[in-house]
């Protein structure tokens, strides 16, 4: 079994070109898209919920990994995109992405050669492979064919 783990930002949503904590909070829902205070629109990429069911309909553990500055914010996006209820953990804090996943490891007393990543960022996937988790770098929002393929 492998455990998941997600980046946020440029891989599970568009936070308007930029990162959550470059936003404009509080966030509100205007004729179907979410939008913060600057009206720009935060954008789930298209195959992240099925994706997502797919994993739990499969049992998998599902993680977040995010460094961000403005941890609130983040969580607040996954509660209005109504994602947050996939997740077993949320490491959401600004840190490197080598202490996320230490406390990933314990909390879930896995390998981290059993555990598969998924980021937009190269410096966070270079990071975990040294750890030794398998890391899939995302480009222009995670696709499900990138995770299904780790299904067993």
């Known amino acids: ?13 568009d ?11 509080p966030y509100y829902w205007s ?16 195959d992240v919920i099925p994706l997502l069911e797919e994993l739990k309909r499969n049992n998998q553990k599902i993680a977040a ?6 941890p609130g914010w983040a969580q607040d996006l996954l509660h209005l995109f109504d994602i947050d209820k996939y997740f077993d953990l949320k490491e ?7 202490q996320h996943f230490s406390k990933i490891k314990k909390h879930f007393g896995l390998n981290y050669g059993d555990m598969v990543f998924f ?5 966070n996937i ?8 398998e890391a899939v770098w ?8 990138q995770v299904f393929r780790y299904l067993k």
């Open 119 to 123: 980021d937009d960022e190269h410096r």
């Open 15 to 25: 936070a308007g070109g930029t990162w959550c904590d470059a936003t404009n909070p």
């Open 126 to 133: 270079h990071e975990v492979v040294e750890l030794g988790v």
């Open 92 to 98: 959401i804090y600004p840190s490197s992405k080598i």
């Open 65 to 70: 990994a995010s460094r961000t500055f403005e």
């Open 1 to 13: 079994m492998k455990l998941f783990v997600f980046d946020l930002d440029f891989t599970l949503w």
């Open 31 to 46: 004729n179907g898209a979410l939008l913060d205070q600057s009206n720009s629109e935060i954008e789930l990429y298209p």
């Open 138 to 145: 995302v480009d222009d929002g995670l696709r499900k064919e």
